[in-house]
Structures are given as structure tokens and as C-alpha cells.
């Protein structure tokens, strides 16, 4: 086993052709440019924000962009851009962990299921059809209610709802799958069922996979905005891009860019995690030429 | 003048890396009541060549740079959009190599065959429906479908692979063509089928006086059937001529080589089977799969009995050929040999020990021992491993070879079958079908295995790359000191490697003998059938059996 593990990091690997072709993919590489960024400014923001997220205002009001305040304030004078830059932090890290945690439960389950098939498949997704069935706010409602309120909960939540689709997908994929040549190759050769899941099925899910954790990532983030909406996710003065962008929605009309700023920002992470998606989905792909 | 008469036809298909020149320069001309043959090997161009003629090719990335195709006065290539239509309609008509795809699942046979009667572009040839249903009744009935007034209902699902061929003929000749094209019409068919599907063609070529353009790659098939032959590569015609000049006076190489390709004539190696000492014993195997193809059957928890109690066995150095139709239960047996598939009863023994029944941890010591090479080098690699890694995993996984010396191991079995060390690196999609089995037989031989189970190993490819690939099998089975067991439907191929065969029908165990013995006095009724059906690459005998 040792000895695969030292061969996969001998040589032309996947993943260094991966890389490879996606470092000619200027479009993907801006994607992940783009969020690379957000990622830093997010860890900095303590440091580097201008003000701090609950220094109000009050006199001031909701003033339009200004040399003092780039982006504008809020109706309480808090400035926008400190305002956005904490609110990457908590969307980003809903998007990533939640989706991560979507992602291995959904990876691992579609593809068990899907591999092992009979009675251990009828099993296992029926349980995802009856996670499907629950009623999404009345779960995450108890959890707060048996757990508290915590934001690393929130995640676990959202991750523990949107691995279902994961794992359908991959299912569906593996089963097909299952019936090839190479798998039953693999087979004669006396492979484990666990070393053919992981070297021979899940690579060859990548594709579908990858373009979906890149629906999922914005969705989760517009689900956190809409669970801290009802006031379930988490309080201001704390804030996310989605709070604010709901916030924005209600003033539209008076102070448009309490609405646009957010926005922006949303739209410019959603197209980079797009173009990084598919450029990764792409570079993942053998049969593309590596020019 | 001919009827369709194509002169100086190119074809670029303008893609990403560059320019390729699907069809250069061919000219050829066909008349009513005639037969063009139009062979050659994957990507010589021959398909897209007919596909212009309807305008079905994808523009882009195809473009037709120069030439014509005048039909009965009328240029094909430069027609409108609405008169090409009415070619279609009237005048020409195809039949596709796979008769289930070409027919909707949905719709049942019948709406499929009087929805060109019905909708004709023409209204004044338009039919109602009952007088289309008539028509297409009798048409049914012409090309052999029995009871055909019941079978009108049915959906494509419903009927045999050779009765769709039929359904399909049916539906080309709805509008009476004028010129037909067969694109490799009988290549997923069964060879006793193929004889009556080929049989069927010309006939209704004859009562009709059609004009047929048959694309194939057998030149088997094409010896019986064709007035004249074009042999195409890579875009270019090679030779045109009669066929009788084609196949007794070929002037062009590539045409020598095609024919000397072909797999003629007994095994010449001489038989390595040691005698009296079995490598594999399979006794009274029967290997069940539960019917899921009916609701009833599902319900009735019937079984399809895919092996019903087969004994053999298989003598070390021997090479078995085993052949059958498909559905004989030929790649269960291999399957089941090698514990691939459950086995309902019966046992399996390798070596004199028993290995069915063993857990899939108790297996691997076994299955260093036997391996198996399968029919579609497209689907039999891994496309996310390279050359190296798939190479690499049976050795490694076996032990076989550690990190030191495993990029010499994998080199040596490059070597072993014939492939560039060079491309260690490159992915499956990168190499072409016959180099793509040679990376499967090198995975099959990595463990330095007893017994190679080949199900169908040259179905998939180009007769040339087919008799390269043969070759390879047998210097390898020469050098390992191997025991093959060779599953096949072409008895040509399995005549060429076997020293013995065996023939399955049905899921049982029919006949077996030594392969000349067999081929010179077959005892029973079906195996004379299935001998007999053989296409042979020589117009003259091949005439005198078809009129036979």
C-alpha cells in the first residue's frame, strides 16, 4: 500500500498535470486569484480594517461613499467596508467548511452506496430520503435548540443538509462506473474493494463533483444569510455579506449602496469560484490537451 | 451516366489542432441495380464520405472544400437545405451499424415506419394513415419479420438485435430510394445473422434495382456482395477497381496488406498443451443471473441460466478457444473462471485446488495467477492513470516490485509489448485502440500470470492492428509459458490462436474438438451452421457459398 502511495507521488500525477494546465487557464487562474485574496484580507481584516465592525455613528447616518468612508455607511454610520470585510470572514468560512463537510459525507456515501449497491444502497438512500423529507428549519431550529446557539454548529448543519444531493450525484456516477472494464480489471487483479473506490472510482467522479461544490459554495453562503435572516444564524452588530445584503435590500430605494457594495462583492466571489471551477474541472480532465 | 457520381470530394474538419483531411480527392460513381463497396480501417474516411452526400455531417468543425456529387443531374454538396430534404425523403436512404440507437425507444416500430408516409415533406405524397399502415405492414412482411401485422405495436426493446436490422431496412426502403447506404450494417451482428441480413440487402436490391453503397470494414463481407470495391486510408482512395480485380490483382500496398491481415488457415504454432495435466478444471457450472429484463419475470423471480452446467477444463500450455453468439454465456464462463461473477453451483479449480467459493482476501494470492484481458481497450483503463500508474498497480499491489526497481519493471513490460517507453507518461486517451490493448495485455501480464483469460481481445479493433495484436498474444503466451483461454465470436480469429475449441450455445456446452478436426467435420447441426456462415474474403468462393 505504501508502495502506491510513493508512485502516485512519483512522476506525472493527476494532480501536478492538473496544476499544470490550470496555470495556462488565465480565467481560473483570476478565479482563484480573486479568492485567494478574499481569503487574506479576511484573515487580516483585525488588523487592516479601517474602523472597527461596531463603531456607530449615530449623527452621522447613512452618508454615500466618501475619501473617510470608501464604500458609505449604514443608517447607524458604520462604515461599509469594515462592515464588508467582517462579513467575508463569517460568509467565507460558512462557504468552505460547510461545503467541505457536504462534500466528504456526500463523496464517501454516494460512493459506498453506490459501489457496494444491493441491500447496503437501498439502506443508505433511503436514509437520504428521509433527510430530504425532514423539514430543513425545523432540524436546524433543534439543533440550536438542544446545542445553543454557536456558529461552528451553524456549519455543521448547513454541511449535514447539503451533502444529500452530493451523495445522489456521486452515486449515480459511481454505479455507471461500477460496470466498466477497468473496475472489473481491477478486480482480477485482486485489489480491495476500498483501494478501487479510492484510486479507480472517486478520481473518475471528479468532474461532476467539482462543478457542483462550486453551486454549493454560494448557496450555502445565501443559506446562512437566510438563516441569520430569521435570526438563527448569527446577531448583529456581527454581520455576513448575505445579513448585509438584506439589510441593503430594505433601503434600496434611499441608500442603494448598502445594497450594491455587498452585492458586488457576493457576485465577484460567485464568478471566481465559477471560472475556478470549471478551470479546475477542466484541468482534472485528462483527455484535454495539456496546451 | 451514373446515378450518383462523385467526383474530386475533400473534406477538412477544421478542429483546434489544425486541419484534418477526413476525405481527399475521392471520386467514385455508383448505378442503379449496383453495389459500391466502400472499405477501410477506422478514420480512413469512408463514413464521413457518405455522411456529406445527405448533408449530415457537423459544420462546423467539417467542411466540404472541393468537389461534387451529382445525383441523377443534381448536385448533392450545393443543394438547398429544402431540396436536400426531399432527397432524403425520396431518393436516399441509410441504415446505421447499430439498429437499437437508430430507433426510438419510445415510439413503437410501427408510428416509426409511417411517419415518413404520413408527413411526407411532398403533400401530394402524402398517405392516411390507414393506406401507410398497409404499406408498411407489407414491407414488414418483405423483409422477414414474421407476423408482422402483431409486430407493427411493438417497441424497438421488444425485438432481437437481427430483427431490428430488419426493422430498419424496412424503414430505409419506406420511399422506395433509389440509393441505398449501408453503413456497417451487419458489424454488431451475430456472423449467422449477418449472412441473412446481407442476404436480405441484396435481394431487395434486386427486386427494387436500388443503387448500394456498403461501408464496411470486412472484406470479407464485402467479397460476396460488392460489383465494385474502393479500399479508402486516411482520406485517400488506395485502389478502385471490380472487385474481382480488388481481391486477385491488388495493385496498392495497403490493399495487399488488408488482405494478408485477415486471419486465414490454421494455428501454425505447434500445440503446447501438456496432456493429462489440468491447469483448470470447471465441473458442472452453472452460473444463474436473476431476469430483471420483464416486471412478470421479476416478479416470478425467474433466472436467465447464462451457464447451465458446464465441464471443462483447460490443459497447462493449452490455448482454448471457446466460441458462440452473442448471448451464449462465452464471457460468463471466463467471468466466472475467474471469480468475477458468483457462480450458482459447480466448482472451479486451479491447479487441482478448488478456488470457488474462496472470500475475495482469500483470492488474491489466486488471482496473481490468472488474469484477464477484455474486450474494449476504451473501457478497460483507468482514463485518469497513466501508462506507468496502471501499469505499476499490479506490481506493486502484488509485491512483485518495489520503489527501487518498479520504473525499470514497467519499462521491461513496455518492451514486453511492444510499446515506446517514451510514452510512460501519457494517458489511454492518447494512444490508439490497438496500443490501448497493448497497455491492457502488458497490465494482464504484469503479475507474470499461469492462465490469460482473453474475452473477445481483437473484437474492437482494425483488422490490421487485429493480426498485429494476435501476433503479440501468441509470441507472449511463447515466451511466458502461458495458458490461454481465447473467447471469441470471429471463428476465423479463434482458428488462427486455438489448438482446441469448445462451442457454447444457449449457456451449454455443445461441441469440442481439436480446431482442425472441428473445422473439417463439425457434428453438430449448429456448429455446420456457424462454420458455414463465415464471410471469406475471396469473391469466387464466397459467391459460389452465398448462392449455395
Redesign the interface.
Known sequence: MD??Q???E???S?WRDAWIKLSKNYLALFGLGVIVLLCIVSLLTPWIAPYGYEEQDLMLGATAPSLQHWLGTDIFGRDMLTRIMYGGRVSLMVGFIATAVALVIGVLWGAIAGFVGGRVDAVMMRIVDIMYALPFMIFIVLLMVVFGRNILLLFLAIGAVEWLTMARIVRSQVMSLRK???V??????????W?IIR??II??T?GPVIVYTTLTIPSVMLLEAFLSFLGLGIQPPESSWGLLINYGVETMEEYPWLLIFPGVTLSLTLFALNFLGDGLRDA?D??T?KD | MALLDVNGLKIYFHTRDGVVKAVDDVSFSVDSGETLAIVGESGSGKSVTCYSLLDLLPKPPAKIEAGTAMFDGEDLLTCSPERMKQFRGNDIAVIFQDPMTSLNPFITIGEQLIEPLIYHPDKARRLTRDAATKRAIELLDEVGIVNANARFNCYAHEFSGGMRQRVMIAMALINEPRLLICDEPTTALDVTIQAQILELIKQLQQSRDMAVIFISHDLGVVAGIADNVIVMCEGTVREAADTESVFYRTKDSYTKRLLAAIPEGAKTMANRAEVGQPLIEVSHLKTYFKDYSSPAARAEKRQVKAVDDVSLSIQRGEILGLVGESGSGKSTIGRSIMQLVPITSGSVSFNGTPISGLSSSQLVPWRQRMQMIFQDPYASLNPRMTVYQTLAEPLLYHGLANSSNINQQVQQLMDDVGLARASMRKYPHEFSGGQRQRIAIGRAIATKPELIIADEPVSALDVTIQAQVLDLILDLVERHNLTMMFISHDLSVVRYISDRVLVMHHGVLIEQGDTEQLWANPEQEYTKNLLKAIPLADPRSERARLSS
Open positions: 508502495d502506491l510513493v508512485m502516485e512519483q512522476g506525472s493527476l466498466q472494464e477497468f472489473e480489471a481491477a478486480y482480477s487483479l485482486g485489489l480491495s474493494q483501494t484510486r479507480h478520481p473518475n471528479l482534472l485528462p483527455r490537451s
